[in-house]
């Protein structure tokens, strides 16, 4: 549930048109949520298996699969945000994000373009454009902030590439924008490693963003926070809100799955679990290093590896949609 007296946020990661037209609703009424975010890979799975979208898509024949998907997405994104606009004009957050073309993750001009044009396209002064956290991303990030967009910065892996996003949204002085921090992917990938070398699971994608929200606090920038995303568990090794209770931090959003958010719900704890010293996150990171984890290849291949997702899955719905 939303903290507003520590300032902390709680997102749904999740877009479908009868959800948003239910559940949704009451969730925001409930102060459950206070925000929605969305990517490629959720619309992919919602326009592929629910039954809402049939009939809307009978109706757009003679368009491309790419202007089939932006049809229904900005519908959806269009719905979200007046639900949440309430919060929004209240000045408590009200935001939902839409991520542009996976496919553009290396054109800075065009994601600027699809961005600005979604904006447009969406109408919607709470909706905020997600950019990958890549070489060319950085500066569609800074245009976009300069146009007065609101920007989600996502798939940061690194404190490098979070600092650059931070560099890109101040210098475009942007009015509204996070750094989505990828969290469970990193345990997914070294639980066992880690185990083998006598340091302890599910630690290091949580220590990880811990050093990232400390890099983001250390602007004070009022409009910029950290969003901690990919926080569902896979699995039954942590109970199922383990990634929203172990990063409880003031100043901060996080955006989980249907199912976390639930079993948060049903037994809240608002105690802040950030910021740690930069001392304890040093030694643990010293630790992981003397295990042989070499850092800058892991989050290169986090980075490929959630690129090349995005890209497949839409892909994949592209295809569904011809």
């Excluded at 368009?63 to 994104?77: H, M, Q, V, W």
């Excluded at 919060?87 to 993750?105: K, N, Q, T, W």
């Excluded at 070398?197 to 990232?212: D, F, Q, R, S, V």
Aim: glycine share 8%; net charge negative.
């Amino acid at each position: 549930m939303v903290n507003e007296a520590i300032g902390f946020s709680l997102w749904l990661d999740f877009i479908e048109r009868d959800h948003l037209k239910s559940a949704f609703v009451k969730m925001v009424e409930e102060g459950v949520v206070n925000g929605a975010t969305s990517n490629p890979a959720i619309f992919a799975a919602s326009i592929k298996s629910s039954p809402a979208y049939l009939k809307r898509l009978e109706t757009l024949t003679g368009l491309s699969p790419k202007a089939r998907y932006e049809t229904l997405a900005i519908e959806d994104i269009r719905s979200a945000a007046d639900v949440l606009a309430p919060l929004y004009e209240a000045g408590r957050d009200g935001f939902v994000s839409i991520e542009v073309d996976p496919f553009l993750c290396d054109d800075t001009d065009g994601t600027v373009q699809e961005g600005a044009r979604l904006f447009e396209t969406i109408g919607r002064p709470n909706v905020m454009i997600k950019v990958p956290a890549t070489g060319a991303g950085y500066g569609a990030m800074k245009k976009l902030a300069q146009k007065g967009i609101p920007v989600n910065a996502t798939l940061i892996f690194s404190p490098e590439q979070a600092q650059k996003c931070l560099d890109a949204l101040e210098e475009g002085d942007v009015r509204a924008g996070v750094l989505s921090v990828f969290v469970s992917r990193f345990d997914r990938m070294l639980d066992q490693k880690l185990a083998q070398k006598g340091l302890a699971p599910g630690k290091l994608g949580m220590m990880n963003a811990a050093k990232i929200y400390n890099l983001v606090e250390s602007r004070q920038n009022p409009a910029i926070r950290t969003l901690f995303a990919s926080t569902g568990v896979k699995g039954d090794a942590y109970a199922a809100d383990y990634y929203i209770k172990g990063l409880m931090a003031p100043h901060s959003v996080n955006t989980a799955p249907l199912a976390t958010i639930e079993a948060f719900v049903k037994n809240p704890d608002h105690t802040p679990k950030l910021p740690l010293t930069d001392e304890a996150i040093n030694d643990y990171f010293a630790k992981v290093e003397r295990a042989g984890i070499e850092m800058p290849k892991v989050y290169d291949t986090l980075l490929r590896e959630g690129l090349e997702a995005f890209k497949t899955a839409f892909a994949e719905l592209l295809t569904h949609l011809e």
